[in-house]
């Protein structure tokens, strides 16, 4: 939960510690990485971390990392998984790592939450607030480390299985498998893991007016207003086709390490991962649909026409690390990373025959070829000449590659750089002093400066102190500078270095963005230390993003990116941990954004923060009825928000309860049964939860050795 690491688990730990079923009441400090880049107790970083256990996971029955966010997290998440937001910043706002490498996908992040498996994953790090300083571009709003499972001498290993559909029909199903094998030798150690995830499109019946003619004076085929051209296809004057909430998705992904010590003080590791994923979706198109019959330099358009959204997306991981413990006290660490990913994109017609089209293929005028190349070079020195202090210094470089390949299309290369260093200084016994700065250059927006600096002051043993100041920067992505392409309403996209004759005529440059943070807060205990029966973590927030790059729309023909002003957040985030007993406990957490507005904006349209509710709140009642069995019902309530900038129409409040239940028979070792019900009471809209399938049952189980 908020700001707690191993929250959720009802102080009772039937992990690695607790296998033999026996309670051990109150929780272990935990120590977190991505707030410093260096192993530090959570309770005496500056900044807000969240962090989610393998064993919350476990419990609930979470597959994906979107219902991992969604079940354990504060920050809010859409019910489809494809949009999130930290403290009410943009999705593209937060860095993604796993094990400390950047996740290469979509510059929108659109699907990575729903890509990214949680059965092998020892904990989840959110950073809340910029974190540049260590992390360079990209991380205005925050970042989520995903930290998987180390191996050890001898074999270990896991497997998972679960399966689900919607309650009152059996529809919307969704199957998830994963293994995952590590082990080895004192000196040379292996993982070895495997995933795979198919679900069923959540599906609705839709009915959509086609429509044609010039803006303005849009008619129906058989209208007499009709233009004569119409005659020519066999066009009617509505369609009606089972609609998509929610893509159909199939994703796989394989992949595996090895690592070797060459002595006590330096050891080597290989990483190498492969993701295939085929994703679909038939949707009403309200925007401009090609017809077969050519006019002018384009084709006669019609609207409101069915059409199906294919993608095909490939996603290649290498990487080399070298570790070197010089001396006692400094320890060196290199990485290169390269990371391919290749997107294969269709948007076919479905009544393609009505259009005039002789196959399907024909009638796709939006397909996309792209391939992504990143290839990343860091290093990090840790430094700790005595105890009370840890100095880090480093670089980074990286080399970005954006190669379109359908015909006619252009490609574009650039590359970013930075150095950073921090210094972590225990001052005295009660105060923790934390500072750093980064500079980076880049081919595309100049050079820029962050720093960042925090304290943490024991008031008291049962509380602390924390005031953190951090900022962080963008650099314009690929997809903003480079895109040409045609929108899923069939107005073009065209990034800031685009010239397409007789569309948009110049290139516009377009600065970094950038953000800061200013966060107080207190967090602590009550109650007898070693039970720690209640843990307390308050804070308020304000960040300020600078310079933000949007997409505007620049004529009816044509959308571009634009720095578009200044946005801004201020809040306050609680949460609260209590064991009533060893076995019964209550965690609630919420976050308030009193303010998510623009200060300062060139478009006169844009007034709202996209996925910024006001309030989001979650109760979760904890209860370890046996030894055995472990059950939770969780309540989540998301106020209402904004999906768009320019769209006054809000999403609805609403409130999600789920139950689930976990179950380990004494008499088969290692084995994990769980079962859930999300969206118990079947709560439904059509707009905050038009992609939740409802009412929707899980059950599975899970083997470790």
Do not use: C
């Not at 004057?237 to 690592?259: K, N, P, Q």
């Not at 017609?349 to 089209?357: A, M, N, Q, S, T």
């Not at 480093?394 to 080399?399: A, L, V, Y």
């Not at 960040?543 to 959308?559: L, S």
């Amino acid at each position: 939960m908020l700001g707690f690491a191993g929250m959720g688990q009802a102080g009772v730990d039937l992990g690695a510690g607790g296998a033999d079923g026996q309670a051990a009441y109150g929780l272990a400090p935990v120590v977190v990485t991505a707030p410093t880049r260096s192993e530090r107790a959570r309770q005496r970083s500056p900044g807000s971390v969240e962090v989610i256990t393998a064993e919350q996971l476990q419990r609930s029955g979470a597959t994906l990392l979107d219902e991992a966010l969604r079940s354990h997290s504060g920050i809010f998440v859409s019910a489809d998984g494809t949009g999130h937001s930290v403290r009410g910043a943009a999705r593209e706002d937060t860095v993604i790592l796993i094990d400390g490498r950047r996740v290469l996908g979509e510059p929108s992040r659109r699907y990575e939450l729903n890509r990214i498996p949680t059965h092998r994953i020892e904990r989840i790090e959110i950073v809340k607030g910029p974190g540049s300083v260590l992390y360079g571009s990209d991380a205005l709003g925050g970042v989520i480390n995903i930290v998987t499972r180390r191996p050890r001498p001898g074999l270990q290993g896991s497997v998972a299985v679960q399966a689900g559909a919607r309650a009152r029909d059996g529809e919307a199903a969704r199957y998830d498998v994963g293994f995952n094998l590590l082990g080895g030798s004192a000196d040379t150690q292996f993982t070895l893991f495997g995933e795979a995830s198919h679900r069923d499109g959540y599906q609705q019946e839709a009915t959509a007016p086609v429509r044609v003619g010039p803006a303005g004076n849009r008619v129906a085929p058989s209208s007499d207003e009709a233009p004569g051209w119409v005659n020519q296809l066999d066009l009617p004057d509505e369609y009606t086709i089972d609609e998509f909430r929610r893509d159909e998705a199939d994703v796989h992904t394989l992949g595996g390490s090895l690592e070797h010590w060459f002595s006590d003080r330096f050891s080597v590791r290989l990483d190498a991962s492969h993701l295939w994923e085929e994703r679909r979706r038939d949707f009403i198109n309200a925007g401009r649909t090609n017809t077969a019959l050519a006019h002018d330099d384009g084709y006669r358009p019609v609207f409101n026409v069915p059409v199906r959204w294919l993608d095909d997306n490939r996603r290649w991981e290498v990487a080399a690390s070298a570790d070197w413990q010089a001396t006692a006290g400094l320890a060196l660490n290199h990485r290169i990373h390269y990371s391919r990913y290749e997107k294969d994109r269709s948007v076919p017609v479905i009544p393609y025959r009505d259009l005039g089209f002789e196959s399907r293929e024909e009638s796709d005028f939006q397909g996309r070829d792209v391939t992504l190349i990143e290839l990343t070079n860091e290093f990090l020195s840790t430094w700790t000449p005595v105890v009370r202090h840890t100095v880090q210094a480093g670089f980074e470089h990286r080399d970005l590659e954006y190669r379109d390949n359908v015909e006619g299309q252009e490609d574009s290369s650039r590359w970013q750089a930075g150095v950073f260093a921090q210094h972590e200084w225990q001052a005295t016994e009660r105060l923790d002093i934390i500072y750093g700065a980064r500079f980076d250059d880049a081919s595309v927006g100049g050079d820029n400066t962050s720093v960042e600096g925090g304290v943490v002051y024991a008031l008291a043993p049962q509380a602390s102190l924390r005031v953190n100041y951090a900022q962080g920067f963008k650099y314009p992505d690929l997809r903003a500078l480079s895109a040409d392409t045609r929108t899923p309403r069939g107005d073009w996209m065209l990034g800031a270095d685009v010239i397409r004759e007789g569309i948009k005529d110049e290139a516009h440059a377009l600065a970094p963005e950038q953000s800061e943070n200013v966060e107080l807060g207190v967090r602590g205990h009550l109650g007898d230390p070693a039970a720690l029966r209640l843990r307390y973590d308050f804070s308020g927030f304000y960040t300020a993003i600078e310079d933000r790059i949007a997409r505007v729309r620049e004529t009816d023909e044509y959308r571009t990116f634009r720095n578009i002003g200044t946005s801004r957040t201020r809040g306050l985030e609680a949460a609260l941990e209590t064991d009533w007993s060893p076995r019964l406990g209550t965690d609630l957490t919420a976050t308030w954004i009193e303010d998510a507005s623009w200060g300062r904006v060139s478009q006169a349209h844009y007034r709202h923060l996209p996925n910024a509710p006001e309030l989001t709140a979650m109760v979760t009642l904890r209860w370890q009825a046996t030894q055995a069995l472990h059950l939770q019902t969780r309540a989540r309530y998301v106020g209402a928000y904004h999906t768009a900038a320019d769209d006054d129409e809000r999403q609805a409040s609403h409130t999600l309860v789920g139950v689930s239940a976990s179950y380990r028979p004494a008499a088969w070792q290692g084995v994990r049964l769980h079962a859930a019900v999300d969206n118990l009471f079947n709560e439904d809209n059509d707009s905050s939860l038009y992609a939740d399938p409802g009412r929707f049952l899980r059950a599975g189980a899970t083997y470790q050795f």
